[in-house]
């Protein structure tokens, strides 16, 4: 029996002309794509004459869909898998599909291509030697906030999407828990109304309160490196403004340990230091 190929292809995050001539043969040739929104992916298809057999694999059918198209890849076909726009996988359907492949021993194989993380951290201007890509905050605010103190001390480069609806709150809890931080909002990338706004997250949460329309990434600047971060003069003064302004010690002294990237010891020593 011949082994089939389960296939991974980037697809554009706007332009339909960022397609490769090498993805365009993959969905061209495939036996079946499992697609994030058969609708979407079907208007690409028309746009390279592919007539190809259709079905759909999304966040919540993913677990009950990989066995059999699997099943298929097995059976000597090839599977290709696009989600409605980028990378299969980042943060959309893909992994699922991936690892159960492995797991049985099936070929995978990948077209690369588009991903707005990268295409966002390019255009930001932002340190990109290191960067993690965080993908989507938590919903709730408890669960966001604690994800985002586990971030603070990170002196990579952060990349988040963002949803157009909650993109002023989630900038906001970004400056409150990381402190404000250079960072850049870039949305609608690689379409007709694409914008990269640059400056500090409180500016950036100020202007996305106005509203924000089309897909949205975020890129924040990390924690400054050890050998870049405030002394305790510094430290202690920061703790200073921030009780000056009515914030309690403790919370302060734990704002700036965030912000600084630095334990909240330390912080709390040199305000002893200070006295």
Known sequence: MTTGRLVLVATPIGN?????????????????VAAEDTRRTRVLLDHIGARVPLTSVHDHNEDRRAGPLLDRVEAGETVVVVTDAGTPGLADPGFVLVRAARERGLPVEGVPGPAAALHALVLSGLPMDRFAFEGFLPRRGGQRARRLAELAGDPRTLVFYVAPHRAAEDLAAMAAALGD?????ARELTKLHEEVRTGRLAELAAWAGEGVRGEVTVVVTGAPDAQEA????ELAGRVAALVG???????????????????RRAVYQAVLDAR
Request: without cysteine.
């Open 16 to 32: 339909l002309g960022d397609l490769s001539p090498r993805a365009a043969d993959a969905l061209r040739s495939a036996d079946l």
């Open 181 to 185: 931080r250079e960072a850049a909002v």
């Open 230 to 233: 405030a002394g305790p003069e």
């Open 245 to 263: 302004a009515g914030m309690d010690r403790r919370e302060a002294t734990a704002a700036v340990a965030r912000e600084a990237g630095v334990p």
